[in-house]
């Protein structure tokens, strides 16, 4: 009894050394749960070893009032020691948040410190609140600086009153892209694309700015600039070379076209006149080169042009058919063409165009087939939308086919066929051609708004489609396109002016004129051909349009415009010209020409454009 007394005695003893310790060592404590939980805890077994030595002395009967106490006391330092356990538990929890938050935080600074995008945050007046590194690297100042420093000190995005509309009107959470410019420090600039989005927190009202350094996409976009200009500038010059190249193939070509055409209305033997066709289809063949290159000149250039107007489908086949029918029988190939009857009188379109779709197919299929037949085929399929015609033209050969791994590249320039029995290389090609014409077909399809395909059993034949939608045309356009001028039957010759420099078309032209009755004078240049106006009289006036002195549309201006050629101001003038640009036609017709010829001209043609505009009346 004694030792447990002594031990009693001595938990006593310790325990008040460690309340009184506990109690002036109070401020140690950094987290005041844990000093309240031992402290009650402490408390407790104090007041307990003091009951329990007071019992060994026998003094219980003496200090009956302090044990009446311990007993009271007891339970209130059992509930402060519950209350100090739970707020330790609590605090415990909330640390564990605030560690978590803190880590958390941590990592987003990381994060944005190392961000390649500048981040900005400001209050509702403009004042910078926080940033990250680069945004201190984009502007030259330290974080200090920046801080508290408004944003228009460097900002040109928003001006002052900009920004209060942004607070003002804004919705909170809706973010705003704006680009501009950032000055330095040093006073330099930097082109900028800033996202702004407005947030709430704690009542308060801020924006965060996300910033990128837009430096190198100028960059790249200015030099990509200057490489598409420089491409543009490239491509108009090869246009332009293409094009002046055409002008002058097609002007010698025209005198020799003339001069075959002449000559084939002499006497000639059989010998001779074989001679004579073989040159003039020759010439026709560089021709209709000179004229693919040229296309494909306004292909890679994007300036090949649709221009829609009213015309006779039934009639572009009909040609068609004219035109090869010769070539056809004359290589024993069976051509035959047939149209839906259902399809409309007259539609809306390119005629000129679609025509040169049909004679490159047609003319292939006419090419690659050394014997059997050739149909061609237009078929009125079920229209899409009311007043609009879907056309399917099938144009089906039985020749030499096209090989499978051929298909992928059909349609590429400069594409050409090889025919199917033996490897072929430059020196030993069996067919003619430039490789340009089912490219420049298909570019044209497409123009359109129209699709083409091809199939095709090598060694049996092929079958190109090429499907159209076209509108139709309204009643009176109709009627204006199925007109045909009129000629006047009591005058079979006109007197025709011809402007031409070239000695050799001169010649040619106006002789072939004056042996089909009409009479011609002629003019070395523009400025000669005034001149004839002002002492004579013309049913015509053929115009070149390249000429020294004064060129053809400025003597056409100066006919529909000079006070002193006002009696012949309205006299037809027709362009008979190597221009053969779209661009070109239109500036013929605003300078006031009633129609063009396209050099070399075509006999047929030439007297058909003289008797519809010569006899056309005039006040």
């Not at 109690?23 to 003091?50: A, C, E, M």
């Not at 159209?468 to 396109?481: F, Y």
Request: aromatic share 8%.
């Amino acid at each position: 009894m004694a030792f447990i007394g002594i031990i009693e005695l001595s938990g006593l003893l310790v325990s008040l050394f460690g309340l009184v310790g506990l109690l002036l060592f109070r401020n140690k404590f950094p987290q005041k749960d844990s000093y309240f939980l031992i402290l009650g805890l402490l408390s407790w077994v104090t007041f307990r070893n003091l009951s329990n030595s007071l019992e060994w002395l026998g003094l219980t009967t003496i200090f009956d009032p302090i044990e009446d106490y311990i007993q009271f006391v007891e339970p209130l330092l059992w509930g402060f020691f519950l209350y100090a356990f739970l707020m330790r538990f609590e605090m415990s929890a909330r640390i564990r948040i605030q560690k978590s938050l803190a880590r958390s935080e941590q990592r987003f600074r990381r994060f944005v410190d190392n961000a390649r995008d500048a981040f900005f945050m400001a209050d509702t007046d403009g004042r910078v609140l926080d940033v990250n590194n680069q945004a201190c690297d984009m502007l030259g100042y330290t974080r200090k600086e920046l801080l508290g420093m408004r944003t228009t000190t460097f900002s040109s995005l928003f001006r002052d009153q900009e920004y209060t509309e942004f607070w003002t009107y804004h919705p909170v959470g809706q973010p705003l892209l704006r680009i501009g410019e950032y000055t330095r420090k040093d006073g330099s600039t930097l082109p900028v694309e800033a996202n702004a989005i407005s947030f709430e927190q704690s009542g308060m009202r801020y924006v965060l700015g996300i910033v990128r350094d837009i430096s190198d996409r100028r960059r790249s976009e200015r030099e990509l600039l200057r490489a598409k200009e420089a491409a543009e500038t490239a491509s108009r010059a090869k246009s332009e070379f293409l094009a002046n190249m055409s002008h002058e193939m097609r002007t010698p070509l025209n005198g020799i076209m003339g001069m075959l055409q002449l000559m084939n209305t002499t006497s000639l033997d059989q010998e001779q006149q074989d001679y004579s066709r073989n040159a003039l289809e020759s010439c026709k063949r560089m021709t209709r080169l000179v004229g693919d290159i040229l296309d494909l000149s306004r292909v890679e250039a994007g300036r090949l042009d649709i221009h829609p107007e009213p015309f006779d489908f039934k009639d572009i086949m009909r040609s068609a058919e004219q035109l090869f029918r010769p070539a056809a029988e004359q290589q024993g190939v069976a051509l035959r063409f047939r149209i839906d009857q259902a399809i409309p009188g007259t539609l809306v379109g390119d005629a000129a165009r679609l025509h040169q779709v049909l004679n490159n197919l047609v003319g292939n299929a006419v090419k690659f087939t050394p014997s059997g037949s050739v149909d061609v085929t237009a078929d009125l399929l079920s229209p899409l939308e009311p007043g609009r015609s879907r056309i399917l033209l099938s144009i089906r050969d039985t020749g030499i086919g096209i090989p499978c791994d051929a298909l992928d590249s059909l349609f590429k320039p400069f594409t050409q066929f090889r025919a199917p029995d033996r490897s072929e290389d430059y020196y030993t090609r069996t067919y003619q051609g430039a490789g340009l014409g089912l490219y420049i077909t298909k570019r044209l399809v497409e123009l359109m708004e129209g699709s083409m395909a091809v199939a095709s059993d090598d060694g049996k034949g092929t079958t190109f489609y090429v499907n159209l939608t076209l509108p139709h045309a309204k009643p009176r356009e109709a009627e204006s396109s199925s007109e045909q001028p009129l000629s006047d039957p009591s005058r079979t010759a006109w007197r025709v002016l011809l402007a031409e420099d070239d000695a050799v078309n001169r010649y040619a032209v106006s002789r072939q004129l004056e042996k089909h009755g009409h009479t011609v004078t002629v003019a070395n240049n523009g400025r000669e051909a005034l001149d004839a106006l002002r002492t004579g009289r013309f049913d015509v006036v053929l115009m070149d349009i390249q000429m020294p002195v004064m060129n053809g549309l400025e003597a056409t201006r100066a006919i529909r415009t000079d006070p002193t050629l006002s009696a012949v101001a309205d006299v037809p003038v027709v362009a008979l010209t190597a221009h053969v640009m779209q661009e070109d036609q239109k500036l013929f017709l605003e300078a006031g020409m009633n129609a063009h010829l396209t050099k070399p001209v075509d006999l047929n043609e030439l007297l058909a454009v003289l008797d519809d505009h010569g006899a056309a009346p005039r006040s």
